[in-house]
Structures are given as C-alpha cells and as structure tokens.
C-alpha cells in the first residue's frame, strides 16, 4: 500500500486570466488530500470520505465506476471519480502496467469544487501513491505534467496548469501558459470563507471566453489582471501585504466585472474588508465556494463566522510541501 499527500490551494491573483496566457499566482495552502492505493489483481475499488467539509463517504466495487449513492450533487461526485479514473490510468500508462487493478481509499479536508483545487489535490496524491504501489517513482516536473493532462481530459480541453503544479510543488507558484515555476513567497495569513456552494468550472470559463469574444473592453479586462499580477507578484514580501491586498481587492473587481463573483462571494468579500482585512477576492472559477482574505489579526475570521452568507471559516496557512509520500 502506498499512501500519498498533496495541498490545496488558493489563487492569490489571476485565476480566468490564466486561461488566456496571461501569469497567476496560486498559493498552496495547509488544507490536504490523501489518497491511499493497494494495487489488486484487476478492476477498481474506490472508498471515498470527507470529501466536503460537511463530509460523505462514496463507496463503490466492480470493475467499472458506477453512481455511488451519497447525498451530494451529482455533478461532483462524477467530477470526483472523473478525476480519480483518469490519474489511475495516467499511473499505469507510467508504469506500463495497462491492466492493473487498484483499491484506493481517499480522504480530503478541502472542500469539493469551491475553488481550493480539491480535485488537484486527488489527482496529484492518486498518481503519486498509484505510480509507488506499481514500484516507479515519477519526478515531480512529470506528475505535474500528467496530473494537467487529467484535469484537461476531465474538464474536456479547459484547464490551465496552475492548480496541478501548484499541488505538486507546494509553496507559490507562478503560471503563464506552459512556463511553470516555484517562486518565493513570505507566509501570508490567508483567511478562507466557504459559502458551502460550489461553481461550475467548465461553464463559467465558458462564459467569460464569449464575453471575451464579444466585447473588447472583457478582453482588457483580461489584460489588466494580468498586469496586477505582473505587479504583485513583484510584491511578494512580507512587508508589502497592504499592496497585496489592494491588488487583490481589484482582481476580485475586475473578476466580477467578468461576471464570475457571486452575492454570497461578495458579501464575504466586504465582511473581510470591513473587518479591516488587507484585501480579500474569490479565489478559483467562481460562482460560489470561496473566498480568500489577509488578516493576521482573528478580526476576519470572526466577520466571517457572523456573515450569514458563510457556511464555515477557516485559517489556512501557506504550505511549503507539495505532494509528499506518508510512510
Ligand atoms: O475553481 P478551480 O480551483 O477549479 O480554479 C479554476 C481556475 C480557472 O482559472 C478559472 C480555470 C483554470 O483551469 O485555470
């Protein structure tokens, strides 16, 4: 049995721009998922839990994956197998073992679909433990490769590589197109809220490429986030979080401009502002899930935890390890 860790994340700046080439920053955070693989002689045996925060456990046994019968949107829990299928494939594809059989148990304390990279996280954690149960061991640049192309396959052509590097470096990264790097970053004191919704990734990068191919002034909208990346990424130092919160404050504007935020989103947004927060945006697609803000007094985290709007607010601390092997 081969057991492996790897983070979620938040976007400090840039997430939708990145889509179009343009740099983002994302920022592991100390939220994980674990993923547990015994290889078996044939077929597929998936044990899911805490897959929300609110939690559900999927359980299934066959040789095909079928619809598991747990309280949580259909759409989610297909994304969930989706993503554990193709990185299962991705592992014997590496090992070229086509017809090993695996039972996988997953477990994750970061929320599905809210824009945390929940579903990086599984698939970075099930090639790494897949590929070490097989007896190969990948390089990091490889299963950050084939961790993209499993979130391109799943999400049918739409993902850049910023949530599948970032789970497997750790720490903050920096994405524009194929150009992928670790960079140094001070620890920010993110704060998360979580409306307990979830945003649909596919159609809301599909609906700002039509308002990107409509109007000219989303296409600038596009550009200027990714000058305020280009900006703050420039400013990733510990005594710079005012700056870094004021550029955050403006991404999370121009992504609603794009139409991406969310009343929910908002209204947690202007809770951490209000309690005196250096910035705060949504962090991933958008829609619904979450949002994140700097504080590193309790303020925040108590607006949030009175905002009607918040299912549940957590710290999260930037985390340094990316994919990790758990002996
Ligand atoms: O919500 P998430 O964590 O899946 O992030 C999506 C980020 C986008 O930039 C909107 C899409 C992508 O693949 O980069």
Same mark, same amino acid.
């Given at each position: 049995m081969a057991t492996s860790t790897a983070p979620g994340k938040v976007y400090l700046f840039g997430e939708h721009a990145v889509v179009y080439g343009e740099p983002a920053v994302p920022c592991a955070v100390q939220r994980r998922a674990e993923v547990s693989v015994k290889e078996r002689s044939s077929g597929l045996r998936v044990q899911a839990g805490d897959l929300t925060l609110s939690g559900f456990a999927v359980e299934y046994d066959g040789a095909e994956l079928s619809r598991p019968?747990?309280? /949580?949107?259909d759409a989610l829990v297909d994304a969930a197998l989706g993503y554990l299928n193709e990185a299962l494939a991705q592992a014997r594809d590496a090992a070229n073992a086509p017809r090993a059989g695996f039972d996988v148990v997953v477990n994750s304390d970061i929320p599905l $679909? /809210?824009?945390?990279g929940s579903s990086a996280a599984v698939t970075v954690a099930a090639i790494d433990a897949a590929t070490r149960s097989l007896g190969i061991e990948l390089d990091r640049t490889e299963l950050a490769e084939r961790a993209y192309q499993v979130e391109s396959a799943v999400q049918g052509g739409q993902a850049s590589r910023a949530d599948t590097f970032c789970s497997t470096m750790g720490g903050a990264v920096r994405v524009e197109g194929e150009d992928c790097q670790t960079i140094d970053a001070p620890d920010l004191p993110f704060v998360i809220g979580y409306d307990g919704n979830t945003g649909d990734t596919g159609a809301l990068v599909a609906d700002v490429r039509n308002l990107r191919n409509n109007y000219a002034f989303a296409a600038d909208t596009i550009s200027a986030i990714g000058d305020l990346v280009r900006r703050g990424e420039r400013r990733?130092?510990?005594? /710079?979080q005012a700056e870094l919160g004021r550029l955050m404050n403006f991404n999370h504007g121009l992504l609603s401009a794009l139409g991406v935020s969310a009343r929910s989103l908002d209204a947690m947004v202007w809770a951490a502002r209000n309690a005196g927060a250096s910035g705060a945006k949504l962090t991933g697609?958008? $829609?619904g899930g979450c949002v994140v803000a700097l504080d590193e007094t309790d303020e925040t985290l108590t607006a949030l935890n009175y905002?009607?709007?918040?299912e549940t607010a957590f710290r999260a601390a930037l985390d340094t390890v990316g994919v990790q092997e758990n002996s």
């Open positions: 019968d747990v309280d /949580a949107p $679909g /809210a824009g945390l990733l130092t510990s005594d /710079a697609a958008g $829609g905002t009607p709007e918040c």
